[in-house]
């Protein structure tokens, strides 16, 4: 410890900017002491720095070798080196910023190694999801943030639970199958492990992003519907699937309802609980249509509050963009009943998108070839045309709709063909509308 006198002499305003100068080399040296610094000093700085080395010096900028100041620093009064006198001068313990980045680096290269044999135990090694994946995680510095303990931890939690949604994401589609805090409880130990703010929660869900398409979720209901297309019930009863004149047939007291409801002409949100509930898979012998019963599906809820406004006779459902675990559920409960389910949406990307997993689900498209495209954009206004944007993809049910949706570059969402689709929606012979 230096001694009053001696760290009264030393820690002079005089030499402030000397000894801070000589920490920042110090730590970027690895604690070693060489180098040169310079350091501009007043006067009174430079006649004390003087006194130090033996050697006269003016005030202005001087350069400073630091092995000489650690060789004064040893012989005077202080009788320490360079290190420890400016650690005490400077209030705390130098480190070696080298060694801890090489530290840091060695430690980051292991939860990436981590990670890689991870996703090959799973099987998920060669998924074309899984770059886009780490490249996002890099760039959005989501495990940078937590540090790497954190993200090992997180990382081993995540790929737990991915292993067991493999089906799902080499699928693209979703079947009900976890309770989330059941999936939880299974990879991490904690059922609230994958809960909405848990880092392990945010990795499953941009890799179940990446693998699907779609834009990381931002809110509480995007993270919802995201969790469903994994086959993930975050809750039964908050998740809907929108219907409008929806007759189950049979003389039970559920279909008796859903009959009266849509002869009031109301429209009916149906959850997970409810049609868990009823339905042949259910065990109580309920279908929910007729075998052969057409009915409609489309993407976006105007469409059915326009047919609702209508009257229009036929059953429609909405799915309000990607299939929640509610809409999935429906959907298999009416192809298990040998219902026939015509499906549209937006004529852009995440349209597509959501209408190949759809149609993949056992529905059939409704107006999604490509002539009923060319058509809707001819329609369009001049100056009411958007840009087609973002990554092309399939569709499997007509092979020339996406080479026509590329060379035209427009969207065209449901709403622009309205008229069509309610025109459809009031055909009293659902064999004679459009597929």
């Not at 998740?239 to 039970?252: H, K, Q």
């Not at 993949?360 to 495209?373: E, F, I, S």
Request: aromatic share 4%; proline share 6%.
């Amino acid at each position: 410890m230096l001694t009053e006198p001696v760290r009264t002499y030393l820690a002079h305003p005089g030499l402030a900017d000397l000894w801070t100068a000589a920490r920042h080399r110090l730590e970027r040296n690895r604690l070693t002491a060489a180098g040169t610094i310079r350091v501009t000093m007043d006067a009174a700085g430079a006649d004390r720095l003087g006194g130090l080395l033996g050697r006269p010096l003016s005030a202005g900028t001087v350069p400073v070798r630091l092995a000489d100041l650690d060789e004064a620093l040893r012989r005077s009064a202080a009788s320490a080196g360079l290190l420890s006198v400016v650690a005490q001068l400077t209030g705390s313990p130098l480190t070696d910023r080298r060694a801890r980045r090489e530290a840091a680096q060695a430690d980051w290269t292991a939860v990436w190694a981590t990670l890689d044999t991870r996703l090959a135990e799973a099987g998920l090694a060669d998924a074309p999801w899984v770059t886009p994946w780490i490249d996002g995680l890099r760039r959005a510095g989501t495990l940078t943030r937590i540090g790497p303990t954190a993200a090992m931890s997180a990382l081993q939690d995540a790929t737990a639970a991915l292993r067991l949604l493999r089906p799902v994401l080499l699928d693209l589609c979703g079947t009900p199958t976890w309770e989330l805090a059941e999936l939880a409880g299974r990879c991490t130990g904690d059922a609230h492990g994958l809960d909405e703010g848990r880092a392990a929660g945010l990795l499953v869900l941009r890799a179940a992003a990446a693998a699907l398409g779609v834009d990381v979720p931002v809110t509480s209901a995007q993270r919802r519907s995201l969790w469903a297309m994994l086959g993930v019930l975050t809750d039964q009863v908050s998740g809907t699937v929108i219907t409008w004149a929806l007759r189950p047939p049979g003389s039970s007291r559920w279909a008796a309802t859903m009959r009266e409801r849509a002869d009031l002409g109301l429209v009916t949100h149906l959850t997970v609980q409810e049609l868990r509930s009823v339905g042949t898979d259910a065990g109580t012998g309920i279908a929910l249509a007729e075998p052969g019963r057409v009915l409609h599906a489309c993407e976006n809820p105007q469409v059915l509050q326009a047919a609702a406004r209508a009257g229009s006779p036929m059953p429609l459902l909405c799915f309000a963009g990607n299939p929640a675990a509610a809409g999935w559920a429906l959907l298999d409960q009416l192809v298990a009943d040998r219902a026939e389910v015509r499906y549209h949406g937006d004529f852009d990307w995440p349209g597509m998108a959501i209408a190949a997993r759809v149609i993949a689900r056992g529905a059939r498209p409704w107006r999604l070839a490509a002539a009923d495209y060319t058509s809707a954009v001819a329609s369009l206004p001049a100056d009411g045309r958007l840009d087609l944007t973002g990554r092309p993809g399939p569709t499997p049910w007509a092979p020339d709709l996406a080479a026509t949706m590329t060379r035209a570059g427009i969207v065209v969402h449901e709403e622009a063909v309205l008229a069509e689709l309610l025109k459809d929606l009031q055909v009293k012979d659902p064999s004679t509308a459009t597929g």
